[in-house]
């Protein structure tokens, strides 16, 4: 549990000599909050009997301090709130429903919630306690408030706590990974290469769950969407937006095809790529190419000629077959194209 930095009343020392003390160093509110926390806490306190004690309304003003500016007051109504979902079985629906009730104003009213991280943080550890067979609520987390998460400009700000909870979501449920990839896709940002990054880590983290049947469907869907990035096909508003020289929006290009092609770079979505290379080559082979024919000279070059190395290596004849096929029909011919690709094959 997290813990505040301030010091606090333990289960020992609850004086009133001590409580005066505490009293007269903070503020009313605050006093209060350390001893009702210092209540839950105690080996005495009894989720049977004092779950009846716990009104409703404290969970509401729990909540509500959560979206104090203060870092470690959060983690502190965190830690309380936490405390009160594990010892109170009864108030689980309750807490929860206050939670969704945060990230629903957050998505569709103001995104200056920030109070995100903690609550997802907190939500993981609920999602963890999940058990079979799936309730609706369950799907609702992913699609109604998780997948829409993904919206904010602040996205950067909770992506990890995020990224934790769709990904155990989606573990313990692995027929949603279909949906769930559509609807991510869908939302694919136009506006932020920054955001390209995050998703594009999401996608290679939810490609590595262990459920080859459902992961095998996504594949054509995900690749396609990967040879976009890799041509940055998906972000033309954002290129288009910016009036400045050719040289910035070539840039931007590139920042974008580099990331997506550090994909490669991770050995177990390598392994993924090996095991379906019939699949994923004639998708990626034709961009790759594309992109070594148009950036000869740059760095792009090196990055794309690994890539391709690992193609040949997983499937020397198809490979072979789908780089004849588009050196003849997709870009003009080009010697130094040409000698490069041998010098590769």
Known sequence: MNNFDHSRLTDSDVSPCKIRKLSNSLSKKQAVTELFSSFVKTHNFCPNL????????????????????????????QGILRRIYLKCINLRPFIRSQYNDV?????????DFLCIAEI????????MGFTQP???????????????????PSLPEYFNQLIK???ALLIQNPSFIEKYLKGLLRIWPKTSITKVTFFLNEIGRILLIKDEQEVKKVLPMVFNHISKCLCNESTKVRIDRIEPTNCITSNITSQISEYTLRLWENYKVLKVIDRNH??????????????????????????????????LKMNNTLFRRMTSMCMCVKEPKNAKSSILLEHII
């Open 278 to 311: 019939e699949l994923i080559i004639p998708i990626v082979c034709p961009h790759l190419l594309r992109i070594l024919i148009r950036h000869l000279g740059t760095p792009m070059q090196s990055h794309v000629s690994i890539v391709l190395c690992y193609l």
């Open 50 to 77: 004092d779950v009846q004690r716990i009104h409703k309304i404290i969970v509401v003003k729990l909540v509500e301090r959560l979206e104090s500016k203060d870092a470690n007051d959060r983690k502190f109504m």
């Open 165 to 167: 909870c769709v990904i």
């Open 103 to 111: 990230f629903f104003r957050f998505i569709f009213e103001k995104n």
């Open 120 to 127: 997802l943080d907190t939500y993981y550890d609920i999602i």
């Open 134 to 152: 799936v309730e609706t609520e369950h799907e609702q987390l992913l699609f109604k408030i998780l997948l829409p998460l993904h919206k904010p």
